[in-house]
């Protein structure tokens, strides 16, 4: 999606996409990903998700990367807590305790920016992505990640073709833009029923989400 886009999101409000409470999956499923470590977590286009306070609870140093500026302010300002502002380009980096988001473009990283991280938490980035920039999106994460870094990739699927996000991304997919690069365990997957909130709104029958764990050989 053009920038414009997101930028107009955050704007008018409509972030119908966030949560504003820990993910059930990252809940579930972080621990047998990040074993007991304290690991680097790098979270891609992560919005203001309450996900990367729970990451920070658990010790973990963080590098989120948002074009949202309103997104970055109302991350620390809705949990109360100031961050140290620090202008430049191509980031603004937002940064409390070792909490940091990188306000800019995520095509603007560098491998020098991440070459600490080990883990990357990947909720509602791809899936946010049009089909014709997600290869570009994987080969630029691809690129920028140290080897042997673990994500735990979220995504959604389901059978009507919605041009906005979140798009449907199926596990064969998932497969097609990761195999070259890494492994790829599949954790499950889980259907939403028709009377489900996203279900509903989307006039879907049922979608499924499905959990990875990717390993970058
Ligand atoms: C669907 S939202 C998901 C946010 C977050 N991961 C969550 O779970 O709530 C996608 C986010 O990616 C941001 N975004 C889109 N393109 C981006 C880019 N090229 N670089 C950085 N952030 C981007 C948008 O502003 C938006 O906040």
């Known amino acids: 999606m053009e920038h414009e886009f997101w930028h107009e999101r955050w704007s008018k409000k409509e972030i119908g996409f966030h949560e504003g409470s820990v993910n059930k999956f990252l809940y579930d499923h972080w621990p047998e990903l990040s074993g007991d470590s304290t690991a680097d977590v790098f979270v891609p286009l992560c919005g203001k998700a309450h996900d990367m306070w729970w990451l920070h609870d ?85 690129a920028i990640i140290p080897e042997g870094t673990r994500i735990l990739l979220i995504t959604l699927d389901y059978s009507t073709n919605i041009k906005a996000p979140p798009f449907n991304v199926s596990d064969d997919e998932v497969r097609n833009l990761y195999s070259a690069d890494y492994d790829i365990e599949h954790i499950l997957t889980n259907t939403l029923p028709g009377d489900h909130p996203f279900t509903k709104r989307k006039g879907l029958r049922s979608a499924t989400e499905s959990v990875f764990q990717l390993t970058k050989r």
């Open 58 to 142: 658990r010790g973990h140093a963080i590098i989120g990367v948002e074009l949202s500026e309103i997104a970055c302010k109302d991350f620390f300002a809705e949990a109360g807590e100031k961050a140290l502002v620090h202008p430049g380009e191509p980031f603004t980096r937002f940064r409390h305790e070792n909490l940091q988001l990188w306000c800019g473009d995520f095509f603007q990283l560098a491998p020098a920016d991440l070459e600490h991280i080990r883990l990357v938490y990947d909720r509602a980035a791809l899936i946010a992505l049009p089909p014709s920039m997600r290869q570009k999106y994987v080969n630029h994460l691809t």
